[in-house]
């Protein structure tokens, strides 16, 4: 299929209040976990992203019951602990990495045998730092070579549990552990040098499930869950997620004139490190209406257009803010002076080369951009306006990178061009229109 290219262009001060897409990563776990419940969980405010929809359509595979609602609320009845079934063919995950080391997780503790397959950019995405733990608790995983997709998991009840000191910073790969460790009889541990986001401990606690965070003298989190467990159907209202926020939090702050206000974006500090950045960076984005829902720290944002500055970003804030990293860039690309990125190996195994792909478009559209092994050097013009251009941004099939563009055109003199807008669909299928209607309001 040809894909148009969509061109983003200057249109004025955006204005106005919108709320962004469900959290992408509390999605996929409250499916999860209410798959795994025995009873009837509701869930309000799930993204309805490619990416979700296809860890629906794999619970559904293996025995849930999920249905959506004219109201847009979805309800799950779950199978139980231990209950999930053979699926009668493979699961499809699209391009959501998220989806496919979770579900390793679960299925690796299940009797149960699974083939994971997924687009072009999944397929090339590493799966070893999930294979590897999962065979010591005793799922036997075939891989295509590289340890990609497709592969297979072959699991196994009871399986073994399990301690694991995590080699990198890794959300995804804690999750899948914990989540085998849900059918395994025993203690499974994980041991985590440098937090990651923590929605997976917060909604297993939420659900029912014996587990416990604590921290030890080298400030590493230990997450010890006990297994066979009997998780209880939730009522789940899914904050507005963070990483969708960055887009407009962004927009908002280069372009001149601009005030807008984000609702219900959930503030969780695993996840907030960006607004700390732009922050030290002259930010104007107030906190309103700080509450808590479903265990979540939620609050409103209203941001304001500012006057940028350089930074030097420490490393170590990296894991709170790892899929924002593209805008932000961006929005040093507009800064006054230079900011510069390392410690952000991480980005090179995303959807995409994240570095190089960033480096590649910001270099095009006429921004002083330097590439690291680790991470990015940008020059920023002050404020001004960069040159922009008419060739189209080259994305790599990656979400982010279209949207970080798309941003960045607003405040280009001759606008940006990304070549295709499609893959948005897996994250903020709403991105489009809502950036129409600030720039009209």
């Not at 200057?10 to 209040?17: A, E, K, Q, R, Y």
């Not at 019951?65 to 063919?89: E, K, N, S």
């Not at 230990?222 to 926020?245: C, F, M, N």
């Amino acid at each position: 299929m040809t894909t148009a290219p969509t061109r983003f262009a200057p249109s004025g001060p955006l204005t106005g209040t919108v709320s962004v897409p469900g959290d992408k990563s509390i999605s996929h776990r409250s499916l999860m976990l209410s798959a795994l419940a025995v009873g009837e969980s509701r869930i309000t405010g799930l993204l309805e992203g490619e990416d979700v929809l296809a860890t629906a359509a794999a619970m559904r595979a293996m025995g849930a019951d999920i249905l959506r609602g004219d109201d847009g609320v979805w309800t799950v009845h779950g199978v139980g602990v231990g209950g999930l079934m053979q699926p009668g063919q493979a699961l499809d995950m699209g391009n959501s990495g998220t989806s496919t080391r979770l579900l390793m997780g679960l299925v690796a503790s299940h009797a149960i045998t699974c083939t994971f397959t997924g687009d072009a950019s999944l397929s090339h995405r590493p799966m070893g730092r999930v294979i590897e733990p999962l065979s010591a608790m005793g799922a036997d995983v075939s891989a295509s070579p590289g340890g990609r997709l497709p592969l297979m998991v072959r699991g196994l009840a009871p399986a073994v549990p399990l301690e694991y000191r995590l080699p990198v910073a890794s959300a995804q790969v804690k999750s899948a552990v914990l989540l085998a460790g849900l059918n395994i009889p025993g203690v499974t541990r994980v041991i985590e040098p440098v937090a990651t986001r923590d929605h997976s401990e917060r909604m297993l606690k939420g659900f029912g499930a014996d587990i416990s965070v604590e921290t030890d003298a080298d400030g590493a989190r230990i997450i010890s869950i006990t297994g066979e467990a009997e998780l209880k159907p939730q009522t789940i209202a899914v904050p507005g997620d963070p990483s969708s926020a960055a887009f407009p939090i962004v927009a908002a702050l280069i372009v001149p004139g601009s005030d807008v206000t984000l609702t219900g974006i959930g503030m969780n500090p695993t996840r907030a490190g960006l607004i700390g950045v732009l922050r030290d960076m002259g930010g104007d984005i107030e906190t309103l209406d700080e509450r808590e829902v479903g265990g979540e720290p939620v609050a409103d944002l209203r941001v304001r257009h500012s006057a940028l500055s350089g930074i030097d970003v420490p490393p170590d804030i990296a894991p709170s803010m790892i899929d924002e990293f593209p805008v932000l860039f961006v929005a040093a690309a507009f800064a006054k002076g230079t900011t510069r990125t390392s410690g952000l190996d991480e980005l090179r195994v995303k959807e995409s080369d994240r570095i190089a792909v960033m480096a590649a478009g910001l270099a095009e559209i006429g921004a002083q951009v330097e590439e690291a092994e680790d991470g990015l050097t940008i020059i920023g013009t002050s404020g001004d306006m960069l040159p922009g251009s008419a060739h189209p941004i080259a994305s790599s099939l990656d979400h982010r990178i279209a949207m970080s563009f798309a941003v960045a055109g607003l405040h280009c003199r001759d606008g940006a061009s990304v070549d295709d807008m499609h893959p948005v669909q897996t994250s903020f299928p709403t991105f489009e229109p809502m950036l129409r209607g600030l720039a009209e309001a």
